[in-house]
């Protein structure tokens, strides 16, 4: 029925070695060998030289590894400009201008004590202005030092045989000196006392300061030389307010409510009334040595009413709480008339 060949005829035989396949699974509860391949790295990865797959549209680009986002930068709005206050602190410069220029004016040989309690008046509104809005450490020690510094660089500017700076120096350096060591006495206060030096030097400098125009008073020419420079500081200062209230532009800083308008014009229209000034006055005066005068007061005032303003945008956008809000604002006239009067000092010693 069957042929009588074996069953096995006519296949292939299986090798005697493992089978070739797939690696079979591994058992239940044990687990998989462990690869025996070269391990491949990223730089072989990389080093590959097959093609890329192509980015679809609309699929964004992939970014390297060694990229890093970068923070957006925070948008600040621009402070406001509130113009009645900047017509505000024109008149308070120019009220002071005219209140020094005419005091100036009373000033004459043998009678000098009516124009030092003029100066000494405003050195108190400088103490105040300058300690409420700066708060240094030890405030009422560092606004009581100063006041007394105040009234002893005004006696030495009367009393002294020779008019000249070097008392005024060595009071700046005592008062200083006093003012620090007040500060160092409480541990409250002696922990800020390094932070606040430059605030403590600011305010006994500004002081001594408008003592050199007693001192310029004793010279020949120099009540002159205070009208002219005195006089192009206050218009200066008071058309550069006018014209942030009109037009503040172009902003300077976003956070600091002055226009680069209003101190160029009034830089120019203070230096043209010092040259106005100078054609009537006498000799040695001359309009083109009142121009270069008031051209330096004039420029010295206005930048220092400027660098008040960034830093009191300084302190608030450090988080300071603001205090003394007409204190604050009488602040910068204060300094441009203060920076002024060494400046006229100066300028009177070199050119007439």
Not at 21 to 49: E, F, I, K, L
Request: proline share 9%.
């Amino acid at each position: 029925m069957f042929s009588s060949t074996s069953p096995e005829a006519g296949r292939e035989s299986w090798p005697a070695g493992p089978h070739p396949g797939p690696a079979a699974t591994p058992t239940r509860g044990q687990p998989p060998a462990p690869r025996t391949g070269p391990a491949t790295t990223d730089g072989d990865r990389r080093g590959r030289g097959g093609p890329r797959r192509a980015r679809r549209a609309g699929e964004p680009a992939r970014r390297s590894e060694d990229e890093v986002d970068e923070p957006e930068e925070e948008v600040v709005p621009p402070v406001e400009v509130r113009r009645q206050l900047a017509v505000a602190i024109a008149g308070f410069a120019a009220l002071l201008g005219v209140g020094l220029v005419l005091g100036a004016q009373t000033s004459g040989p043998g009678h000098r004590l009516p124009f030092a309690f003029i100066i000494f008046g405003v050195q108190l509104l400088f103490v105040l202005a300058w300690t409420m809005a700066m708060r240094p450490p030890a405030l009422l020690v560092v606004a009581g030092v100063s006041a007394t510094v105040a009234a002893l660089v005004d006696i030495a500017a009367v009393q002294t045989d020779v008019a000249g700076l070097a008392p005024l120096g060595y009071l700046a350096a005592g008062g200083f000196l006093a003012a620090v060591l007040g500060q160092l006495v409480r541990r409250v206060d002696r922990v800020r006392v390094t932070d606040s030096l430059g605030a403590t030097l600011l305010i006994v400098v500004g002081v001594v300061a408008f003592a050199t125009l007693i001192v310029l008073s004793r010279i020949p020419a120099g009540t002159q030389a205070i009208t002219v420079c005195l006089s192009a500081s206050g218009v200066a200062l008071t058309v550069a307010r006018l014209t942030d209230a009109v037009l503040p532009w172009p902003r300077l800083a976003p956070q600091v409510p002055r226009g680069a308008a209003g101190v160029v014009a009034g830089a120019m229209v203070g230096t043209l009334t010092s040259a106005l000034l100078g054609s009537y006055l006498v000799a040695p005066f001359t309009p083109t040595r009142a121009a270069v005068i008031g051209l330096v007061a004039a420029v010295t005032a206005v930048l220092s009413d400027l660098a008040v303003g960034y830093a009191e945008a300084g302190r608030l956008m450090a988080g300071e709480t603001p205090t003394m809000w007409v204190a604050r604002h009488m602040q910068g006239p204060l300094g441009g008339f203060a920076l002024a009067a060494p400046a006229a000092y100066a300028m009177c010693m070199l050119l007439l």
